[in-house]
């Protein structure tokens, strides 16, 4: 929604902090260096390639072939033919998922690629699939995000095995419906730390590790977290004002509010890897701020840095 | 789950508080009378109705022919035949729905019964339906739920338009899945105050006052919400107690985080209506405690004093 403001000041946060790390921006020439020229400080590992069509967040995904010249097309093309390692993509989803596959393509095997979104837990971070790349899903493909997440969670995280549920209504194998019960019947089939079925409280609680569902129902729980989580620090903070006492308390415990912060919001994630596609594509948040944007090329480095992409290719063709 | 201990004193407290009320409990008598022995107190507004059956936790719904003395089947009758004008159920929510439908049967038109769950929003709160009352969803079924909700919503909260959306994965009518597209096309047929699809965020904001979902994702959303909750609070209590000058900061703003909780906290709150029923039928939380008890009892003896069950009857009459 800043675009490219946020975007332009996050990678220039991003390159100061990380000065052996090569930075390419993707967009209007002259707009980024007009934000760029702002700054004092001109980092070295900073470039520019432009791109001279703009799609809007609006668009549908026929305007990915009207406009070859948009960033998310000529970012993919970067990765497709190795100038970068990684993208990181902050516009319109539905075209930013269908550009790195129409590029990039899926790891061989893969059926559908998903969106592969960390939540914050009581000890850590439970990583769900798919929140949105799909709008339905069928229980073989969450079957290969179970798979996929698994080997991410385990070289990323550096979790051996990380523990795996299906997303449903109930914890006996019985509840849910026919796309859970499927995908619980074909997990049980394949070498994981299978959970079995969790309920939604249960991906913040530290019960699961992996959790897969429907694209659909992902993306309402990932919209419904930041609503909750905002709702209550507004909450908080109207309450904190309501008196004298309150808001001096509210001033004494500033630390821990910036601590409870750092451990729950979006933006100190800042992004989804779009799990699947043959190339590493962080999908960061539409509202993305400076800060998220940071965040996200942080968790594309950490991909770069862990192997991610060979794991994956490696991993996930021995399985299937 | 801490039954019946936490029925009977919810029971109490809210039988102290609301001396013209009649409360029945139903269970097993000699327990219920050896809990309602501790007090010194003794309300002349609670009776005891003796079911000497009960149906645990992990039964399924053969149970509730196999038990025909449980205390579900025992309470429904007591609202079938009169003696009752509401019911509060906590126990096992798929025989709660069932027992319910069993015997008090549905709102002559309705196809579907579905849970309708009040969750927090800035402003108040934002009624959603079907909450896991079935684990699929049909696009009538959803929009009578649209229909039933606005009614509901209209007498209860004494709201005479509530704005009513389809929950989904974008605020475009394109967007979700075929249920959220053709129930969206069903709702603009229908003479409501729709605002048309919304996404899970929205539930929170104070967008909306009725949202329709299949019972799955609601029930997903509904548990996702308790657990964000119950997450953040908890990290929030840990952080404050980080360092002193923090946990001084707690004590002086105690009031506030009070307040928060009453704004939040799903027990001040207490239950969910089975809309659709052709009698007033109160879904506890399984988890429910002593307050949450009494603020199930609180809802259901509102919708005994807006005449609730006459309006659905005759304006959902009036609209099949």
Request: aromatic share 4%.
């Amino acid at each position: 929604d800043d675009a490219p403001q946020a975007l332009v000041e996050g990678a220039y946060d991003y390159a100061r902090k990380h000065k052996d790390h090569e930075i390419i921006l993707v967009g209007i020439e002259t707009d980024i260096r007009r934000i760029l020229g702002r700054f004092d400080h001109k980092p070295k590992n900073i470039s520019i390639e432009h791109a001279s069509e703009v799609i809007g967040m609006g668009e549908k995904m026929d305007a990915l072939k009207e406009k070859p010249n948009d960033s998310m097309n000529v970012c993919s093309k970067l990765v497709k033919v190795g100038k970068a390692d990684a993208m990181v993509l902050c516009g319109n989803t539905g075209c930013s998922v269908a550009a790195a596959q129409l590029h990039l393509r899926r790891i061989p095997g893969v059926k559908r690629a998903g969106i592969l979104t960390p939540l914050p837990n009581t000890n850590g971070l439970t990583w769900v699939c798919d929140c949105g790349a799909n709008a339905v899903g069928k229980p073989e493909h969450l079957a290969q995000f179970a798979q996929m997440s698994s080997i991410f969670v385990k070289h990323y995280a550096d979790n051996p095995a990380p523990r795996t549920g299906v997303l449903s209504i109930g914890s006996e194998d019985s509840k849910g419906d026919e796309l859970t019960k499927e995908t619980l019947a074909l997990l049980k089939n394949i070498d994981l730390n299978l959970v079995g079925n969790i309920e939604g409280n249960h991906i913040f609680d530290d019960s699961v590790d992996v959790v897969v569902c429907d694209g659909f129902t992902g993306n309402v729980v990932l919209k419904a977290t930041e609503g909750v989580a905002k709702l209550i620090s507004g909450i908080l903070k109207e309450e904190l004002h309501g008196s004298p006492l309150t808001l001096l308390g509210g001033l004494f415990a500033k630390k821990a509010f910036k601590r409870l912060r750092e451990r729950t919001h979006w933006s100190l994630v800042g992004g989804c890897l779009l799990l699947g596609v043959d190339g590493i594509t962080i999908i960061g948040h539409g509202r993305s701020d400076r800060v998220a944007v940071a965040s996200a090329m942080k968790q594309a480095a950490r991909c770069i840095e862990t192997n991610i992409m060979d794991h994956l290719r490696k991993e996930f063709a021995g399985l299937s």
